[in-house]
């Protein structure tokens, strides 16, 4: 009898075990795309461009993160307000977090304020609308990594917020993988503006466009999108965390919308059919990476981002990410993930400076320099390799007995 029990238990667990883990994650992003729905689209960006225009720190602006605070909590996610104040500026992101099984986040990201004379609906709308429907279909799976769907204000006087939220998420020794922001993606008038999308993302960020692209190669069916890749366009929230040395992607429509801050940045200008096309790309995406291993992944221990050293100590945190360095600069790596470490490659400006291959990965750089430089770190594992950057402005040309 109890043979029978087990028995029958062991067909009923191998039977949907016998759909290889590729086969599932794959129904799973057919599933998600599937979800995405034009109607629901044009209803959350009706409802935002209806509250008129909504700078940050407007009643309108108040009114749009309500509705934004109260859709996250319906599809039952943990909604909360951050709020943030920035150069006399005050305002608040809204943060819904689906949790996975580990600690390391994923950020889909869009801003929810406007220009004080338009509407926003394409700016940014059309990515806060994305960001809804992915919390709304996404809300019912579960992922390997927590996802944070962040509703950015102050955008507009100059990514306010999601520096807030960045500079925060640093701070508190956050992991990061990735962020992908959407502003103004529901603007095409033309049959090739219709399928196309531009990606931009630092050197350190390119892997998240290679998914993106290996995604809607493999959906094309499903999705009807071509990539167009650019280097980093700073515009925007993604912004923010590239500064905290995070890896980031903005995602953009093709075509230039001329009705851009403008009171005729409505809903009749924005196409609702490819902004349907990119909230599926950009779901697909987030849930690949919400469901990718992380193999090897390299953060600086120092220099700390928002600091100054002098002589190879940390005197004191500044309120930016900048680093300003006095004297000699050390550098040091957290190495993050399942593979081996086989060495950490220390660049100064470009130039490689030290390899390192055992722990502690440290590097003292000693030669002279000024103003600004760039250091990178590179964690090559068994399989793969990771990089980081940090610009340090450094102050060294000075007399020795001052490091001492
Ligand atoms: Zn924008």
Known sequence: MKKLVVVAILISFTFPLSATFADRSENKIVELIDGVDENTLYYYDKTIQDFGPHPTGSEECNEVAEFIFNEFSNYGLKTEYQEWEYRGLRGKNIVATLYGKDNYTI??????????????????????????MAAKIMASYSFQHTIKFVAFSGEEQGKYGSECFARNAYENGEIIVADLQLDGVGHAESKEGGSKIRLSSNEASTWISDMAEEIAEKYEDKIGLDIVRHRNFPGSDHQSFIEYGYEANFFLEYEFNPHYHSPQDTIENVNFSYLAKVCKLAIATLASIADKDIDIMVRFVEPERGAIYFGGRKIMKISSHHTIVFGRIHAEANIIGKEEVRRVEFYFDGELRGVVEEEPYSFMYGKPAFFKHSIKIVAVGEEEADMNEIDVMVFNIIPKYWLK
């Not at 950020?107 to 809804?132: E, K, T």
């Open 107 to 132: 950020i889909f990201s869009a801003h929810y304020d406007s220009v004080a004379v338009s509407p926003g609906a394409d700016d940014d709308g059309s990515g806060i609308s994305c960001l809804l």
